[in-house]
């Protein structure tokens, strides 16, 4: 296993559009996170899963973000009629159970125009 | 306030000085973590501690649960741990702080 991927690396897309990010996390592992960071800061919890469950959702987690684990494994992260506010770098991790390190992806870098 | 303080924010130093970074929390946790962040996003899970002390190679990391205080630790600082480290602790979920961004001159 090669660790957490995220697809797309790099994004960039017009106000208003809508946008789809994947995360494939470590094969074994049950949890999954998404976290967004802006420039200059520390990342900030969106939402996680154990397996297919979405377990918690972070007030940051507007109505226009979505995220889903369908089948336990990898994850998506919509966002619907992105804003320039949404910019910011999109990252997934994973763990084995809640004492499990977790490892991040390398992060989706949004820009929206 | 944040939950989780780093200090300092920013931090420069000569090749081969003692460095340390330090991070309080205000909240209950399960454990803190030490992360380390290059240019481009990349972030590595340098540390996950909930009692006493943890080494790996040059680095060294120290928690006081009654304090709420932890200290990141790197001795025979070299360029390549140019890097931001961030403090981040957990209770089901992470919560990070600021980050401090460490710059080793050669």
């Known amino acids: 296993d090669t660790g957490v991927s995220q697809d797309p690396r790099h994004k960039i897309t017009k106000r208003g559009q809508n946008v789809t990010f994947r995360c494939d996390p470590i094969?074994?592992?049950?949890?999954l996170y998404w976290y967004r960071q802006t420039l200059g800061q520390g990342p900030e919890f969106l939402t996680y899963?154990?397996?297919?469950?979405?377990?918690?959702k972070s007030r940051l987690l507007s109505d226009r973000f979505s995220a889903e684990r369908p089948k336990g494994s990898f994850s998506t992260l919509e966002i619907q009629r992105t804003e320039q506010g949404d910019s910011a770098m999109y990252l997934c991790a994973s763990s084995l159970g809640v004492q499990g390190t977790q490892y991040f992806g390398p992060g989706t870098r949004l820009l929206v125009l | 306030k944040n939950e989780v303080e780093q200090s300092p924010q920013n931090l420069t130093a000569q090749e081969g000085e003692f460095i340390t970074i330090n991070c309080s929390y205000s909240?209950?946790?399960?454990?803190l973590h030490w992360l380390q962040q290059h240019p481009g996003g990349g972030i590595v899970s340098l540390f996950m501690l909930s009692s006493g002390k943890k080494k790996h190679g040059r680095l060294i990391a120290t928690i006081n649960i009654q304090e709420k205080h932890s200290s990141l630790h790197i001795t025979a600082s070299h360029p390549r741990d140019s890097a931001v480290y961030i403090c981040?602790?957990?209770?089901?979920?992470?919560?990070f702080g600021t980050g401090t961004r460490l710059t080793i001159i050669p």
């Open positions: 981040a602790v957990t209770n089901e979920k992470l919560t």
């Open positions: 899963f154990q397996n297919e469950a979405q377990l918690e």
């Open positions: 094969s074994e592992h049950n949890r």
């Open positions: 909240v209950g946790i399960s454990a």
